[in-house]
């Protein structure tokens, strides 16, 4: 527990007692009272094992396979001598900074009297247990000096293999100090190679993948972006240990941080050749200041480790943003129409009106207006104006969104609308009326993205602002069905009038906008628990488990072209369950709508295109397809997800999701090279996953176009055993470029 009269001591009185203390600590005379423990943390099949050293300090002696006999986990850190660097304590579980650590550091903090050093000794912790699956283990260690009090908090999700790991921070002192750095979480891997696969992107360009090796020294992922902070790299890594793991072999560890804005992950090789993991908000411009009594917490990191290679961590993954995260993660979602691509900013009510009728044609559940739906002063016509004006254009909507709701129920269609609240173009009688709530230099030049400028969203009246745009929205229109809440700029010139002031600090307005954004999110979720809302930020400019536990679905990328959409969306699927992945069939591409329709199928099926455009024959296909969509939507939505063919290395791409029961499956396979072929594409069976080997399966192609005809015999059954052991061949060719087959067991 926790000692409050030794921290009232220190304190109160720490400046007189310095120079003894630090006497004493340097003779190691502490060492002799230093508190003892060990602490397993322990998921289905994972250990994570801290245990003090003789001064205290807890170190982490143990990450891998969970042994058969607790009492063991005393004894696992004896097999390894990792205690004789020059540079300090390399798998200290939260590394601080000034004293004997020489690496990089967990925590840097200035204290009160402008000393630099932090030390952490192991004080107490204790176990919760939420329920069979869920328990917390709250670490907690305090500086001898100073009384700075860190708990670490290790969430487990044992059926997962998943932890959530979070970090919080206490100020003993009797005045202000500021933290430096501030991780989310500190881990140790042993192991004698790493790999580390990551990404990098940009607009229409996201997931782009890389893997290296990791060599000596540290290796930085990181954002500087403010808003919109994964668009040139998300906070989300794989990590193979000793070997590149595949899809079903090696030792993998998936991460990603929860926090949608400015994050740092540090990958630091060490002399042992072992990974110290450091990752959490970036320290960069964000020195933040915590009051005495004041208690900073940390956005989660989230990891799983699997020793069955990348499939089985991203399996895990899913399974727990489903179960534990993503907002309504086991429930279901709408298919819908867009206007966006169809119209951009030139509609009307009319238009709408026919556009209803239009996505009742093509049997999707609701109709999203996109942008340029409000602003009159400076309508709302280019994304050059209006932004921030959230009242209906009197021109293009006379009657407002009310109107349009219930049209549109008429038209027997639900009704959903986009929104950028966070945001402003300069051009606005927002822009007008506030100037300062806009993030910006006063004495410098504005720099725009997008035309637009960021709101201030650590001023509690620009919360309010934001909450009260949905909160009209929703209240006025009961009916309404869906929001898409884009973002679309990156904060440029960060500097506040709020902080100013208010006498805050600057550095603190990248931590504090992000806050300020979740209490808006949790407001809204509080009065509207459940309203289906798209995370959207001009593209996937902003995807974390931070922002999806108010979001129940994300937009990938603004790049819809089916090709590239195969590769984003098979890397997203490392991370992200399908039931949150948003694909919408568009125009992008010449290639044939039934590739397009195909690929978006992969995910939560949607449409931007202009129905009344299609042939006859396209349109009785897209009926049809979205007729197969919701035949299968149940187990795309909530099975487990398999990669079966990877598209970087081959000239095909092949997934497939099966449901709990092994009873029902869905295989979806895309031709990915423009190569020359004479005859088949897949001249050999893929190996199919996850099946039940004693069940038999009934193989059918779904989504056949009219007047073609599928060249699989849907009437063969095959085991499960067959189907994984030789695997079936879906006969993609240059004429069949992407075949989706419906696995039943009969
Ligand atoms: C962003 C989104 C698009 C669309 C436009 C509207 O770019 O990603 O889907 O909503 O904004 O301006």
Redesign the pocket.
Known sequence: MIDKTRLKTTSSYYKLYLPFIALFYSLNLFAQDAKQAVIPILTKDNALVLKTDDKGRLLYSYFGKKLQQNDEYDVVGQQFFYNDGNEGIYNHIYTPAGSWNLLEPALEITHADGNLSTELLYDSHQTQKTDDNVSETSVVLKDPVYGTEVTVHYKTYANENTIEQWTEIKNNEDKLIHLDKYASANLYLSGDKFYLHHYHGGWAKEMRPEETLLTHGVKTLDSKLGTRANLLSPPSFVLSIGKPATEDEGDVLLGTLAWSGNFKFDFEIDSYNNLRLITGVNPFASRYPLASGESFKTPSFIYTFSRNGKGEASRNMHRWARNYRLLDGNGSRLTLL?N?EATYFDFNEDKLVELFADGKKLGVDLFLL???WFANKYPRNH?RAGLGDWQENKKKLPHGVGYLVKEATKAGIKFGI?V?PEMVNPKSELYEKHPDWVIKQPERPEHYM?NQLVLDLSNPEVQKFVFDILDKLFSENPELAFV?W?C?SVIYNEHSAYLDKTGQEQSQLYVDYVKGLYKVLANLRAKYPKLPMML????GGRVDYGALEYFTEF?LS?NTHPLERVFIQYEYSHFFPMISQCNHVTDWSDLPLKYRTDVAMMGKLGYDIVVSHLNEKDLEFSQQAVKNYNAIKDVVWHGDFYRLVNPWDNDISSVMVVDEAQTKAVMFNYLVSNRYFSGPVTVKPIKLKGLDPAKKYQLKEINVYPGTKSDIQSEATYTGDYLMSVGFNPAVTPRRTSVILEINAI
């Not at 959207?536 to 593209?539: H, L, Q």
């Open positions: 867009n966006w996109d942008d340029g994304d986009w950028e997008r898409k884009d679309n959207c930020s001009g593209g937009w603004d």
